[in-house]
């Protein structure tokens, strides 16, 4: 696939997809009805983490219809019972980032939650998918990927 340069949450909008799909709380997946579309993920690295924390509303609302609006937000607040023990690492930075996505069937707000030693990232990626199989692992060759810019 030919690199297409910069991608970030804003260009779902006006977008059409036929699925939207979490995935092991770990990934969140826009296919398109051609097979093409987008995986937001992070890629993880030595002494953090980042998963989805919460998703409010129905994903399922994110089908069928164009995207109007989407949004990126983070916090690096400190958590109220903030963890210190983060299993192999200790929990010395947290940040939390919300997509809220708007269509004309309601709207839906992902929060993704990072933690690390303080020395590595907690940002969400965003690749686009070339098509066919949905199924990312074994198919690393149908994405390209680019990091989202805050």
Known sequence: MTYLGEVTVKNLIGQTFESVKEKDGEEVLFTRADG???????????????????IVGDLSDL????????????SEDEPEHKATDCGDYECESHTWTFYRFATA??????????????????????????????????????????RINY
């Open 36 to 54: 093409t579309g987008f995986r937001m993920y992070h890629a993880q690295s030595c002494c953090e983490s980042v998963s989805i924390a919460e």
């Open 105 to 146: 069937k309601g709207p839906v707000v992902i929060r993704w939650h990072g933690s690390s030693s303080g020395y590595y990232g907690e940002t969400v990626d965003i690749e686009e998918i070339a098509g066919g199989n949905d199924d990312t692992e074994g198919n690393e060759q149908h994405y390209t990927n680019c």
């Open 63 to 74: 089908a069928g219809t164009p995207i109007l609006s989407a949004e990126e937000s983070s």
